[in-house]
T-cell receptor, first 113, second 117 residues
Framework: NAGVTQTPKFQVLKTGQSMTLQCAQDMNHEYMSWYRQDPGMGLRLIHYSVGAGITDQGEVPNGYNVSRSTTEDFPLRLLSAAPSQTSVYFC????????????FGDGTRLSIL | AQKITQTQPGMFVQEKEAVTLDCTYDTSDPSYGLFWYKQPSSGEMIFLIYQGSYDQQNATEGRYSLNFQKARKSANLVISASQLGDSAMYFCAMPRESGGSNYKLTFGKGTLLTVNP
């Protein structure tokens, strides 16, 4: 059972570089979301999607882009990485919204130098 | 605006004893739910338990139960018979409405539980 798969698990970038964090789920879930986790801050919602072709902003969307071309995939793009984006990123999915338990990926630890 | 507060940055408990992790919330939604997640040191997020605001009874899942006090806006997690494997970070989370039918999810800052042998 794959569940929610995030790649890569670790990444180091230089300031100004771009990169895409990948997220894929095989549970046919409509809802997918991205969070960042910083020390002492809990998880904060970056962007989410309620289905293919539909995305919306969360609490901390600046500096990040998303798209949802298929039900399975929800990539997160950093267009110009900044040190403030150093964090652990989690992708999550659920069948029918945030009022259901979220299935989380294992996270991506991202460092921006 | 909705808010989740976990006032205990860290808690210690002896193995086999019970422990309560606090969570208070603030919402204007008439119907809402509350989740608890566990994050071990390995980093993954694990769903533990859910309480709906209109549920007649407090939620229970094995050794986990919720002490839900709606009037006080609290949903404390009770772990009975603590085990060493319960040592982890615990997060309380609440979906919140953001226009129409789209909900978002707000997390508290977490409580780090350490179970001592």
């Amino acid at each position: 059972n794959a569940g929610v798969t995030q790649t890569p698990k670790f990444q180091v970038l230089k300031t100004g570089q771009s990169m895409t964090l990948q997220c894929a789920q095989d549970m046919n879930h409509e809802y997918m979301s991205w969070y960042r986790q910083d020390p002492g801050m809990g998880l904060r919602l970056i962007h989410y999607s309620v289905g293919a072709g539909i995305t919306d902003q969360g609490e901390v969307p600046n500096g990040y882009n998303v798209s949802r071309s298929t039900t399975e995939d929800f990539p997160l793009r950093l267009l110009s990485a900044a040190p403030s984006q150093t964090s652990v990123y989690f992708c999550a999915s659920s069948y029918d919204g945030f009022n259901q338990p979220q299935h989380f990926g294992d996270g991506t630890r991202l460092s921006i130098l | 605006a909705q808010k989740i507060t976990q006032t205990q940055p860290g808690m210690f408990v002896q193995e086999k004893e019970a422990v309560t992790l606090d969570c208070t919330y603030d919402t204007s939604d008439p119907s809402y739910g509350l989740f608890w997640y566990k994050q071990p040191s390995s980093g993954e997020m694990i769903f533990l338990i859910y309480q709906g605001s209109y549920d007649q009874q407090n939620a229970t899942e094995g050794r986990y139960s919720l002490n839900f006090q709606k009037a006080r806006k609290s949903a404390n997690l009770v772990i009975s018979a603590s085990q060493l494997g319960d040592s982890a970070m615990y997060f309380c989370a609440m979906p919140r409405e953001s226009g129409g039918s789209n909900y978002k999810l707000t997390f508290g800052k977490g409580t780090l539980l350490t179970v001592n042998p």
